[in-house]
C-alpha cells in the first residue's frame, strides 16, 4: 500500500482536504476519530494525512490530493526515499 504525507512546504491552503473524496486530510492539530478511538493529530503545524481513511483515490485517474496541491507538498514515501 502506498503511503503518503504532507511535507513542511504545506502552506494550509485547504484544497487537499477540499478535493478528497475520503475526508481524510484534516487540518494541523485535528484529532480524528477512527472506530470510536480519538487519535492524536499527525501534525500540529500543517494538514496531515489518515492513512487508515485514504484509500489513494481508487478507482479514479489521479491521486487528487496531490494533483491540487500548489505547493508539491504531499508526496508518496516512495518518492521521499528517492530524494
Known amino acids: 500500500m502506498i503511503q503518503m504525507i ?4 504545506c502552506i494550509n491552503c485547504y484544497a487537499c482536504a477540499v478535493e478528497c473524496p475520503t475526508s481524510a486530510i484534516f ?6 476519530i ?6 492524536e493529530p499527525l501534525s ?5 494525512i489518515a492513512e487508515e481513511i485514504c ?3 481508487s478507482g479514479l485517474n489521479e491521486i ?3 494533483a491540487v496541491c500548489p505547493m508539491d507538498a504531499i508526496k508518496t ?3 521521499i526515499w528517492v530524494y
Open 55 to 57: 484509500d489513494h483515490c
Open 64 to 66: 487528487r490530493c496531490i
Open 6 to 9: 504532507i511535507s513542511d512546504d
Open 77 to 79: 514515501v516512495e518518492e
Open 27 to 32: 487540518e494541523p492539530a485535528e484529532k480524528r
Open 34 to 39: 477512527i472506530n470510536g478511538e480519538i487519535i
Open 44 to 48: 500540529y503545524e500543517h494538514f496531515f
